[in-house]
């Protein structure tokens, strides 16, 4: 089946993802930090109750007491739950739908974080996802909810309409210019966070940004979206102008970078994942370019996916160790990436 | 037809070829350094003569006027005639054999300079060639000789049997663990030279090494070309000890370097000499290794002579400027590592 983590979709070439998430908490039951297990349990019973009455789609319940480390690591690098639930046991679970578009984790930070996820640029699309779960469920569950302040969440910065919304973009180009800093200073003026989202601190590997609000009260949904909307529009318009540049300065140099860093995946037999994903960066760079069109975007998707360490682990059948997890790594993108 | 520059020959995965020279000169006519345009001219009309009258080979005579400094580079690139003959023009030439194997320079540093290459390690069989050669023209011209010091030269340093016994051999393992340092300062004592086939000054681009002996007096020819066999076959043993040793320690990571330097020379767009012979050594050092199969010696043999400047340009049959070589280089080797 075809997932959002794999598929292309609109500004493919430069938007990877789109995810809008709903923090949403209880009324009656008190905050994650301060309720018993049996409350934790309550809140899970009512939400897998309240999801069992959707009879438009098909979910999947796991809790997170039933799942093994390695699964619980594979679904956080597909980004369906994040690290934070991974740690979590009894009382914590997430519902998934079958396309896995709709990601709904319960006992996390808050009581319910749903979250709706597409391919490319679909901000837009994501939240109507969202909000149709969200009132579907309001039906069901009385949310905590002030009249001032709009709905209450364990952090105040997610405080009024709970929302994140965030889109993964790939920025090469503004990244090895260094163009970056300027556009993500503006971002952040405009009320907008940027981070990497491989690699530690600043970094970005794979040259992977997610652009996401910061204010999540004063303004309703729509204006959240659209904030976000227009400002990764911008962004995708200079990524396109800078790529462009840099190939007419020198298209030879430019297919040399591309070509090599196909050939290296393609050939090596030890390869750590920070030099996977900055070669797959140039790699997808240079299908976007047209210069390779005999590997999809889809196919590169699933490399990124296959050769993170749960992935990789699962994919093998065996634990895998620190020393040969290199050479697994090599092995999956040999084969993702001769098989065409 | 097969040439000594590309085939693979005994002790193929050290030795690249072997190759003796005898330096000769005439007893009534000046030292080249002396001599007049009559006496040059005499000179190669008389073993232009000599060699019509051997009906056992075939025999081309290039006169170094006649040729275009592109077609002139192209040999000194097949290692047919030295650099410094490249330069002459009216009154000197090069006799070569069908089959290139047999190279005679006429009025370079010396009269004659008869030189005989044999793929691999074949040291004896040059010199019975380079022998044959000697004692037919022998027959025919009066060298300059003194029962003393034996046969004459311009350079003091090939007077007496005027022979230079050279092998070049590939040793990436024992460049890699400096242990060449040693090995050189050994043969320096044993009275042979070892100089970078490639590259300048010290450096041996693509590890690539020429043992060739010092002393041409007081030593017989059978003694020279012993020394330096005895000297290389050493060096044979511990470079392939070394290579052993090299990939028992870390085999993947071993195996790793070589493929990565397969993918880059089947991928990049542009590419310098100087890095085309360092990946090529790490291609060559797999296929000795066993680690490549689809690829023959003899092949990289040949990508190693279409990288370089003027085999390229009479490839392109156009004028190829530094700017374009460097991706005409990368298209040759794609186009000779790709079809196989």
């Not at 997170?64 to 480390?69: K, R, V």
């Not at 009894?90 to 930070?109: F, H, K």
């Not at 939240?127 to 002030?146: M, N, S, T």
């Not at 960066?281 to 590997?295: A, H, R, T, Y």
Request: proline share 3%.
């Amino acid at each position: 089946m075809s997932r959002w983590y794999i598929d292309k979709g609109p500004q493919g070439d430069v938007a990877v993802s789109s995810r809008v998430r709903l923090a949403r908490n209880f009324e009656n039951i008190p905050f994650h930090s301060m309720m018993d297990e049996a409350q934790a349990l309550e809140v899970e019973n009512r939400v897998k109750k309240a999801f069992l009455e959707d009879s438009g789609k098909k979910y999947s319940f796991i809790d997170m007491q039933d799942i093994d480390p390695v699964n619980r690591q594979v679904l956080v690098e597909k980004h369906l739950i994040s690290p934070n639930l991974a740690e979590r046991r009894r009382g914590s679970a997430v519902i998934l739908s079958d396309d896995e578009s709709i990601s709904v984790m319960v006992n996390e930070e808050d009581h319910l974080r749903i979250q709706c996820m597409f391919p490319g640029l679909q901000l837009e699309k994501a939240w109507e996802l969202c909000d149709r779960i969200d009132v579907f469920l309001e039906e069901r569950i009385d949310y905590a909810f002030d009249k001032e302040l709009g709905y209450l969440t364990c952090c105040p910065t997610n405080i009024g309409t709970g929302m994140r919304a965030s889109v993964m973009l790939h920025l090469p180009a503004l990244i090895q210019t260094g163009y970056i800093k300027d556009i993500l200073d503006a971002c952040a003026k405009l009320g907008a966070a940027a981070r990497g989202v491989y690699g530690e601190h600043s970094e970005a590997w794979g040259n992977m940004v997610q652009i996401s609000n910061q204010i999540t009260l004063g303004l309703s949904e729509n204006e959240i979206i659209k904030g976000i909307d227009d400002m990764v529009s911008q962004i995708i318009g200079q990524e396109r102008m800078i790529r462009k540049k840099l190939y007419d300065r020198d298209p030879l140099a430019f297919e040399d970078k591309v070509y090599r860093s196909l050939g290296i995946l393609r050939n090596a037999r030890v390869i750590s994942f920070e030099e996977s994903v900055r070669l797959l960066s140039d790699v997808k760079l240079g299908i976007s370019m047209g210069i390779i069109s005999d590997i999809s975007d889809e196919r590169i998707n699933e490399v990124m996916l296959c050769i993170q360490p749960a992935n990789l682990q699962k994919a093998a059948g065996i634990a895998i160790n620190n020393e040969v997890r290199d050479a697994h790594r090599a092995e999956a993108i040999r084969k993702k990436l001769n098989s065409i």
